[in-house]
């Protein structure tokens, strides 16, 4: 995607992006500031000082128990959205393409699509049972439709030219067309899907880690049970902090693979 | 239909759109022919079915009744044996200059060296070899055109189908695309079959030129070209031919 800012960032160069930079860090001074100062109003265990949640990061850091918990949590994670996001491209790229498989999946997509992935716990408990693979059932469904309606919106947004052109210089097939078309041109809608849903599954790691699986959103559950805001804390910036690689990892191969925009 | 001379053969050809009252006519019995080697254009004002005219011929739509051969072969779908060229160019985004012309080649038995020198061959015969490993988001109009002309010449087709390619471009590039296509033609001894609405531009180019009417789309009159290449727009023969199918158009 070729935002108004990535565009002001190319054209303005290095000290465009530093100015950026040196502001949002002011942001997030700011931010610790107004938290420091409140902490000083509030008893720990309602609001703990930005030192304390730190103390506490390190703590869990240096104890393995964040390592555990990390790796528990990716153990559903990454399997639930692999197959979710797989499913929901090849689902969503069949169904644009198809006018025979979008007109006999469409009713039956119009009905499940406003069912929330948390409102699949009750099946996930007695389909699979209380395991990773129950909490990655979950993400799965979670991944599938964000996937599933980037990958159409994608495809249907090919333009038939496109088509028209590859098929006067010698593409035959269908499969020859999705492969050598469709695909390409609806990579950048597609990509967008698969980094959304990165991002979203690994929100929804607390919504399917409820039902009693391990993970940094058990962790998250167990601390507000004991009121250890502090520990609550932690957790969630583990969250954001591993949020911050994953999506900045997935924009920079975004950004390869969509050189030509 | 007389042997292999008649590189496309236009027969009887007549589209009709469905909708209310029957439907609407955008062709009617639409018939000429283009021998081997010929440079045709066909003209007429907007509504005379000639981009209608170019997706049939190109295989892109179906037709109503009629037949459109090309080598004596009908028509049934898009076909390597025909390359098209887009006024708005449709290359592949995602695709260097270099990818997009290699496109076609890649859906034949080529090895890569053969597939890369034919490549290399069509870059320099548009110029284009400076801009291989560039996007198409880069390039003026003129330049993507070129590239629309290489991709569709290195299949080798019998025939160049081309709807108002430089219809998008300024004057300038046009007059300058205009030479060099007559020197691709010259080059490469293809039939060219050329849509565009641009009297001047169809007298500049063509052999012989389709002059077509609206409502519906038919044959008005075809219209040799005999005057001498390279054409100057400021002869009196060129100005007379001009005024002479403006007259036809205007009727």
């Known amino acids: ?261 | 239909m007389s042997g292999s001379d008649r590189r496309v053969a236009v027969d009887g050809v007549s589209k009709t759109y469905d909708g209310e009252d029957g439907g609407v006519r955008a062709l009617a019995d639409v018939s000429f022919d283009v021998e081997d080697g010929e440079f045709v254009c066909i003209v007429g004002p907007s509504g005379c079915g000639k981009t209608t005219l170019f997706r049939i011929i190109g295989g892109l739509e179906p037709l109503t009744s009629g037949e459109v051969r090309l080598s004596g072969e009908p028509v049934t779908g898009p076909s390597p044996d025909l390359g098209i060229v887009f006024q708005e160019y449709h290359l592949f985004p995602w695709r260097t200059v270099r990818g997009n012309v290699a496109f076609g080649l890649e859906q034949q038995d080529l090895d890569a060296g053969a597939r890369e020198q034919r490549v290399a061959e069509m870059l320099d015969l548009v110029g284009l070899e400076a801009f291989a490993d560039s996007y198409p988001k880069g390039l003026s109009g003129g330049m993507k055109q070129r590239v629309g002309i290489a991709r569709a010449l290195a299949v080798d087709p019998e025939i160049l189908l081309m709807d108002e390619p430089f219809g998008s471009v300024d004057a300038q590039t046009r007059s300058m695309l205009h030479a060099e296509l007559l020197s691709i033609w010259r080059e490469t001894e293809k039939t060219v079959l050329f849509v565009t609405h641009d009297v001047d531009e169809a007298v500049t180019l063509a052999d012989r030129i389709v002059v077509m009417e609206p409502s519906p789309g038919r044959v008005q009159e075809i219209v040799d070209v005999d005057l001498d290449r390279p054409r100057e727009r400021t002869d009196e023969a060129f100005a007379e031919q001009v005024e002479y199918v403006r007259g036809l158009i205007s009727e």
């Open chain 1, 1 to 261: 995607m070729s935002t108004l800012e990535t565009d002001l960032g190319t054209d303005f160069g290095g000290d465009y992006d530093r100015r950026r930079l040196a502001r949002g860090a002011l942001g997030v001074v700011a931010f610790l500031l107004v938290w420091e100062v409140a902490s000083w109003f509030n008893p720990a265990y309602v609001l703990p000082s930005p030192r304390a949640v730190a103390e506490v990061f390190v703590v869990e850091l240096r104890s393995g128990a964040m390592l555990t918990a990390l790796t528990a949590s990716v153990t559903h994670w990454l399997p639930g959205t692999v197959v979710g996001t797989t499913l929901g491209i090849a689902l969503g790229v069949t169904m644009a393409y198809s006018d025979l498989a979008d007109d006999v999946a469409t009713p039956l997509v119009r009905v499940l699509r406003p069912v929330p992935p948390l409102a699949l716990i009750g099946f996930a408990i007695a389909w699979i049972g209380l395991n990773h693979a129950g909490a990655a059932f979950i993400i799965a469904a979670g991944a599938f439709w964000i996937n599933y309606y980037a990958a159409y919106g994608g495809v249907d947004g090919v333009p038939e030219e496109f088509l028209d052109v590859a098929k006067s210089l010698g593409v035959d097939t269908d499969l020859g067309l999705v492969r050598k078309v469709v695909l390409p041109s609806a990579l950048p809608e597609i990509i967008t899907g698969i980094r959304t849903g990165i991002g979203r599954c690994w929100m929804l790691i607390i919504a399917a880690e409820l039902m009693g699986v391990p993970g940094v959103g058990r962790e998250l559950y167990t601390a507000s049970q004991n009121l250890s805001v502090d520990a609550v804390l932690a957790y969630i910036l583990l969250m954001s902090l591993v949020y911050l690689v994953l999506d900045t990892g997935v924009k920079s191969v975004q950004n390869r693979v969509l050189a030509w925009q």
